[in-house]
């Protein structure tokens, strides 16, 4: 290994510093924010934390998800134009009760989640019904009919000869 004089002038030492300086505030943003996968760090980042089947057929759009250990008034449904969105949250039991326990694993999620997906046709909303049953929400959304495609004939303007419109050579 050569050893290289240091020179305070260079640019691109300075972007170097800087890069690791972004990147060592990135990690500790990430390990801050979604936790490293430790019981004492919190919970870890899950990339998809509501899977969702969505299959639809004349009438309607049908998505499942498994959203097991929530309650019906835990869970929020919204569309917005054509995005649909499931949330839920869920609370931790009692505080109290976890610091008395000996704990050799914590993996199950507290906290909010949720999942939005773009809906292939528009809905109506109005007639939209959600079930939640067995762990497994399914949302009905009924499809909105489209007006059917109509034929729209075009007209062609009679060009004007000395002054007077011709109607179909039809004199007035």
Do not use: C
Request: hydrophobic fraction near 30%; aromatic fraction near 6%.
């Amino acid at each position: 290994m050569s050893l290289m004089r240091w020179n305070p002038y260079d640019p691109f030492d300075e972007v170097d510093q800087t890069m690791n300086r972004m990147m060592d505030r990135m990690r500790t943003l990430m390990r801050s924010r979604f936790g490293s996968g430790d019981e004492e760090a919190g919970p870890s980042f899950d990339a998809n934390p509501l899977a969702i089947d969505m299959t639809s057929d004349d009438n309607n759009i049908v998505v499942r998800t498994a959203i097991p250990g929530f309650k019906a008034e835990d869970v929020n449904i919204d569309v917005r134009g054509n995005v649909l969105t499931i949330s839920a949250e869920t609370r931790t039991e009692n505080e109290n009760k976890d610091e008395k326990d000996n704990w050799h694993m914590r993996e199950m999620r507290y906290g909010k989640f949720a999942r939005s997906v773009r809906l292939p046709e528009t809905v109506k909303m109005d007639q939209a019904e959600a079930s939640l049953e067995d762990g497994v929400l399914t949302v009905t959304l009924p499809k909105t009919k489209e007006s059917p495609a109509q034929k729209i004939s075009v007209k062609e303007h009679q060009r004007l000869e000395s002054g007077q419109p011709t109607n179909g050579g039809k004199k007035r």
